[in-house]
């Protein structure tokens, strides 16, 4: 049975849930965004889609990824060498986060996902289990083989206009493994598996109730600081210094968006002649190339979501600290697409990725990432932190604080 009290993540709203069984969806009567959805979801599907990606996840790290060839000769690459070759290159950071996003990361996630599915699927509870799951779900937007395919996609056209081009082995299993990804996150149950691992009481009481933001978990009056016993996250009412927090990292991220456009992001050969290019240029060479629909989705992916990213976030912290009572449904839900969209802006880091390694031939017919890269990836990370440690329910408690004040 599922705990009869929850609190809505956006608004904060503390409500009881409907006692009919057999919802499909749940909306909070505060906030009227999604609290819960159980359509499609299946802990078996989870567990096999969630095994097939950490499967498929060896292949596509060990055999060969792509491969080009210009008059007869050859270059052939793994996933991990793009990180190599931007390594040598002298791009640590961007060679640091590329494996971290493309490698480490997807095999950490889907590695502690498997176990404690299997686990559960077994009945069986080991004391550490919440935290492996918290740690998991942590990691899931960080483990970016879904995004990766976009970048496979636009460098695999840029490359096949000018050489011959083809993907190998390990390029299908990956491209499998990034649908599998997909598909677990779409099947998986996270209320269900929470519960499982422990269940919640079955009291209805409203008072002091306080959510545990990892799990949900609720608790009545918790002494502060205290750790969640189900998962072991600190108990707060809302994320600690959540405001100076997300105005630190989204202002640092405003700063390096300006060189992050200013300057080229990468250098690869147009027709046999080394271009570099920024971001933009690369939007107005592939519309050149007749490229119109990687043309859309390189500009949305690399100039309009960072942009929306930055705004939005500005937005919402502005209305924490003006106590504004105006939209607040409408900033929660652009705070939700912020969250959602941020990891999507890292294609053209991973199109350099793909790139660099099979097109070292020679003076002509090179490519390298250049400052940009770096500036770019960074504003990537910087807002999806700040992204995380934003709490939109203080907008709704601002603005309760505010509409108490007025006469
Ligand atoms: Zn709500
Ligand atoms: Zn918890």
Redesign the pocket.
């Known amino acids: 049975m599922r705990c009869p009290v929850l609190s809505?993540r956006?608004?904060g709203?503390v409500q009881t849930r409907p006692s009919v069984a057999g919802y499909d969806l749940l909306l909070?009567a505060?906030?009227d965004?999604q609290l819960e959805r159980r359509t499609g979801r299946s802990l078996a599907a989870a567990l096999a889609l969630s095994a097939t990606t950490l499967a498929l996840l060896i292949p596509a790290n060990f055999l060969p990824f792509l491969s080009t060839s210009v008059l007869g000769s050859p270059r052939q690459s793994y996933l991990v060498s793009g990180v190599t070759v931007m390594w040598r290159q002298e791009w640590p950071l961007l060679a640091i986060a590329v494996a971290l996003f493309l490698i480490v990361l997807p095999f950490v996630r889907f590695g502690l996902l498997t176990v404690v599915l299997v686990l559960v699927q077994r009945e069986t509870s080991p004391a550490w289990l919440g935290r492996v799951f918290r740690w998991s779900n942590g990691l899931q937007i960080w483990a970016m083989a879904d995004v990766f395919l976009l970048g496979l996609l636009v460098a695999y056209e840029r490359l096949a206009a000018t050489v011959h081009t083809t993907l190998g082995i390990g390029a299908y299993c990956f491209i499998a493994a990034a649908i599998a990804t997909l598909l677990t996150r779409a099947t998986l149950d996270t209320d269900e598996i929470w519960e499982r691992i422990r269940p919640s009481d079955d009291s209805c009481d409203l008072d002091g109730v306080v959510t545990c933001g990892a799990c949900e978990m609720v608790m009545r009056h918790p002494e502060p600081g205290c750790l969640c016993p189900r998962c072991g996250a600190r108990i707060s009412r809302r994320i600690p210094d959540a405001i100076s927090a997300s105005i630190a990292l989204t202002v640092a991220g405003m700063l390096l968006y300006i060189p992050a456009n200013l300057y080229a992001i990468a250098r690869i050969p147009i027709g046999f002649t080394p271009t570099s290019y920024t971001i933009l240029g690369g939007v107005i060479e592939l519309v050149d190339a007749h490229l119109f629909g990687l043309a859309a989705l390189v500009f949305v992916a690399s100039f309009a979501i960072p942009f929306f990213k930055l705004v939005g976030l500005a937005w919402c912290i502005a209305s924490v600290l003006r106590r504004s009572t105006f939209a607040l449904s409408a900033k929660t839900k652009t705070y939700r697409v912020v969250e959602e969209i941020g990891r999507w802006s890292m294609v053209d880091p991973f199109v350099v990725a793909c790139f660099v390694p099979v097109t070292q031939y020679n003076a002509a017919f090179t490519s390298s990432a250049e400052p940009a890269a770096t500036y770019f990836t960074a504003v990537v990370v910087l807002t999806m932190l700040a992204a995380q440690v934003f709490d939109p329910r203080l907008m709704w408690d601002a603005a309760k604080q505010k509409q108490r004040r007025l006469p």
């Open positions: 809505c956006d608004c709203a909070c505060e906030c965004c």
